[in-house]
Structures are given as structure tokens and as C-alpha cells.
């Protein structure tokens, strides 16, 4: 029977060895080809990149010296008129100039208005005879600036309407005028009371009625001149002339009885509104109404700009002026304005810090010094070594009481103060008014000297 043998042999062994190392040169081999590869393909890469930036670089530096070499030879600057033209308009890149807003509005008011109003006949408007805008009434109430060359102005004006002149119908306004003398024939002698007027000729007015009568183809037309007469009539007293035509005949009366100039023109007071209502008549014998003139204040927005216009070349530029940005349009809100001044709100630039109020004997220290200041400017002594300011003191002749409360802080308000005092004045006309005053006061050697006032 055969034996099995467990045991390798040194040749097998020596084999298998071999084989081993052989496949590990292989994986080996394998690792090296592959990295081999990987560095390869990573320099490509590189290579690839370096190419493309270099290109980019290259075409941008070609450009940059075309654009460049144009620019420098052959394309054509800015003249003169031009940097003239952009300098101008750098002045207005932060300041709206509105030096002279106000007079454009005021003369050009009147155009607008009547390019925007128009009068409506079907509701009111068919009796009006005459709109009067006030210029001299016009002013501006506020600018929104909304951009350098752009604001909103706001601006009232008072608009006039008048009437037209109306005929007098009603008996009772015609009785009360003639009662009162209106237009009586100025060849007759009136003996008028409060309630009746009576007609008395004179002789002379008949001798020369029967001569008219006698003929009437060689009667001569005599024309008497006559002034206006023009009186104030109220409703229950009797009238009072001004002044009357020339030539009448004239007559002494009793205290009852006197003799009136004819009257044409008239004012006729309305006791119960206050008003007063003008009467005239005409040459045909008509009693006529003037018509009332009401006014009325009217605001207004109107959008306003900065332009700028050229010469006829297009290039040169010409002065700025102002011209509308838009429609004018009536203000219809309400400003929220404070009317109500018992509560006045302080501004933070005026506000102290309390935490740095100063001692009680500094504090007093410096009051003395300013109390003795401010009246010495009231009295008009000299100051110079104690009021350190560039302007003269103006105290419109007003007698100094003195100082009612005193504040001092060791640093100042946003406004640089670093005190705040309240006192008393009495003007030459008599008031009492009383100044709440910010101080710069500092200490200078062993006193104190006022810097500034506000």
C-alpha cells in the first residue's frame, strides 16, 4: 500500500514562492503605470491652464491698447464748453439752488393760474366780470427738495373775483336811496326831511319852463358839467355829502329843512353783515349795483426743475433756470404744524446731559459772572473782556431785570453750549419779555468769559 505524504516538498515550496513575488511585481508594476498615468494627466492639466490664462491675458492686453491708442489719437475729447458744461452741473450735485425761486413763482403765478383755472358759467361763473391775482400776495410756504435739481414748491396767492354790475329793481332799496337824495334833479330846491322829500321850482326854473313851452324848434340845449357826487348813506341816518355839481342853486332853510345836491354816487351801509353795497346811476336814468369783489387765498404745489438750455449750436451751454416738472395742483393737505406753544419739544442738539450738571458753587460762580455780562450789555459798557464775540450786542434799547434760572454742565450740548440761562428784559415799548439763552461759558485765569451766545 502506498504512502501519502503531507509535507511539501522544498520545490514546492520554492514554487510557490515564486509565484507570489511574480504577482506582487505585477501589482506593483500595475500601482506605478497607474500613478504614472495620474501625474501625466495632471500635467496636461496644467499645461491646458496656463494656456488659457495666458490667452485671456493676451487678448486683454491687445484690447487695452486698441481702446487705449483710440482714445489717445483718434477719438475726438471733450472741448472746452463741455468741461465748462460738467462743471456747472457738479455745483448743483448737493445744494438745490432756489436763490431765485421765490420771484419765478411770484411772476409767473398769474400764468399758471389761468392756464390750469377756468371759470365754470353753469355754476357761478356767468356773473363774473373780472379774477384779479395778486401778485404782491404770492409767497412761498415750503420747498421739498427731492433731488439736486428737483423740489416741490408749495406757495399761496389770493385770487379776486368781481361781479358784474347788476340793475336795481327792488322798490324798497330804490324808495330808501332816493330818500336819501340819490339822484334828484340838481335845478330844484328839495325841502326833504327824514321821511318825505318835497319839490318846490324856483322862480327862475318857471319863467324859463313857459319860455321852453312857448317854442320848442328854438329851444338851445344847455349842458351843465356836474361832479360825482359821493356820499355814505346808512340805511337809517340821513346822508352825507362829499361833494356836488357846480352851479346849483342853493337856499337857507330852517334846522328841518335844507337843501340837497343831487346825488349819483353812493355807498349804502348794510348795518347787519357789515358790508357795504355801492349804488350808481347810469346817463339813462338807471340805478345800478356794483358788483362785489371777493378774495380768497388759494395754495398751490408746483413741481419745479433745474434745466439747463443750449446755444443754437447744441453744444454750448447757456445759464440755468428754473421751469415747471409737472402740473400745478392745489394743496389739499393739512401741514401739521405746531400751533399749541405751551409744550415746546426740546431738540436732542439742545438737550443737556443731567449727569453732568456742574457743582452748586461752580454753578453760582458762573451766574454772578454771566449776570454781571448780560447787563453790562444791556447798559452798553464794554464788554470786550467779557463777551468774546466777533458781533456787536444788539439791545434794542431794553432796560435788563436779571436772571431768572441758571443751568451749567461740565460738557456741552450738540450745539457746543454748555450753559443754558433764563432772564428778564423790559423793552422801550414797555414788554416784559423773558429770553431762555444758550452760553458757551469757560473759565479764563481766575474768571469766567462768555464765548458764544445763542
Not at 254 to 259: G, K
Not at 286 to 315: C, H, N, W
Not at 349 to 356: E, H, I, P, Q, T
Amino acid at each position: 500500500m502506498a504512502k501519502i505524504s503531507l509535507i511539501k516538498s522544498p520545490e514546492d515550496l520554492e514554487r510557490e514562492r515564486a509565484e507570489k513575488e511574480k504577482a506582487r511585481a505585477a501589482e506593483i508594476q500595475a500601482s506605478i503605470e497607474e500613478r504614472h498615468r495620474k501625474i501625466q494627466a495632471l500635467h496636461a492639466k496644467q499645461v491646458r491652464n496656463k494656456i488659457i490664462i495666458f490667452s485671456i491675458a493676451g487678448a486683454l492686453t491687445v484690447i487695452l491698447i486698441i481702446f487705449g491708442t483710440y482714445n489717445t489719437f483718434f477719438k475726438q475729447g471733450l472741448s472746452m464748453n463741455d468741461v465748462n458744461m460738467a462743471i456747472s452741473q457738479a455745483r448743483y450735485t448737493d445744494v438745490y439752488p432756489d436763490a431765485g425761486l421765490d420771484n419765478y413763482v411770484r411772476d409767473n403765478c398769474e400764468s399758471l393760474f389761468n392756464k390750469y383755472m377756468q371759470l365754470d358759467i353753469k355754476k357761478g361763473g356767468k356773473n363774473i366780470q373780472n379774477i384779479t391775482v395778486d401778485k404782491d400776495s404770492c409767497y412761498i410756504t415750503k420747498v421739498t427738495k427731492i433731488s439736486p435739481t428737483l423740489a416741490t414748491v408749495v406757495f399761496g396767492v389770493d385770487i379776486s373775483t368781481t361781479e358784474k354790475d347788476s340793475l336795481v329793481t327792488d322798490p324798497v332799496i330804490i324808495e330808501q336811496l332816493k330818500r336819501s337824495g340819490f339822484g334828484v334833479d340838481p335845478n330844484k330846491i328839495y325841502k326833504v326831511n327824514q321821511t318825505t322829500i318835497i319839490e318846490q321850482p324856483t322862480t327862475e326854473e318857471s319863467s324859463e319852463t313857459e319860455e321852453v313851452n312857448e317854442t320848442e324848434e328854438t329851444t338851445t340845449e344847455e349842458t351843465t358839467e356836474k361832479e360825482v357826487v359821493t356820499a355814505t348813506v346808512d340805511i337809517n341816518n340821513a346822508v352825507t355829502v362829499v361833494s356836488g355839481s357846480e352851479g346849483a342853486d342853493t337856499a337857507s332853510e330852517t334846522e328841518e329843512t335844507e337843501e340837497y345836491i343831487p346825488i349819483t354816487d353812493v355807498e349804502y351801509s348794510i348795518s347787519q353783515t357789515g358790508e357795504h353795497e355801492h349804488y350808481y346811476m347810469t346817463a339813462n336814468g338807471q340805478i345800478m349795483k356794483e358788483g362785489r369783489t371777493v378774495t380768497e387765498r388759494y395754495y398751490f404745489s408746483l413741481p419745479v426743475q433745474i434745466v439747463y438750455g443750449y446755444d443754437a449750436d447744441g453744444k454750448t451751454p447757456i445759464t440755468a433756470g428754473y421751469a415747471p416738472a409737472s402740473a400745478m395742483n392745489l394743496y389739499s393737505l393739512v401741514d401739521t404744524n405746531q400751533t399749541d406753544f405751551e409744550n415746546i419739544q426740546t431738540n436732542d442738539l439742545f438737550a443737556f446731559n443731567d449727569d453732568y450738571k456742574l457743582d452748586v458753587d461752580t454753578t453760582n460762580k458762573m451766574q454772578i459772572k454771566v449776570n454781571n455780562t448780560l447787563k453790562a450789555l444791556y447798559d452798553g459798557l464794554d464788554t470786550s473782556q467779557d463777551f468774546l464775540n466777533y458781533r456787536a450786542f444788539n439791545s434794542y434799547n431794553s432796560n435788563y431785570v436779571g436772571i431768572n434760572e441758571f443751568k451749567a454742565f461740565s460738557q456741552p450740548n450738540g450745539m457746543g453750549y454748555n450753559c443754558w440761562v433764563s432772564y428778564t428784559i423790559v423793552t422801550s415799548q414797555g414788554f416784559n419779555y423773558t429770553l431762555e439763552t444758550y452760553l458757551k461759558v469757560e473759565q479764563n485765569g481766575g474768571t469766567w468769559v462768555i464765548k458764544g451766545i445763542y
